[in-house]
């Protein structure tokens, strides 16, 4: 199951100064991977 996460929710979540550290650091990622990723975070 895919669930979209804003990405300015993610940035503040990771507590990053704004959504370009998180677009610089993460935009790279395929969108499976963003997904993987998302849902891990959503587990801690």
């Not at 895919?2 to 979540?13: D, F, G, I, Q, Y």
């Not at 370009?20 to 891990?40: K, M, P, Q, W």
């Amino acid at each position: 199951m895919s669930h979209a996460v804003p990405l300015a929710v993610l940035s503040k979540t990771m507590r990053h100064k704004n959504v370009t550290t998180t677009i610089n650091l993460y935009g790279h990622l395929t969108r499976e991977a963003a997904d993987d990723g998302v849902s891990h975070l959503r587990g801690l």
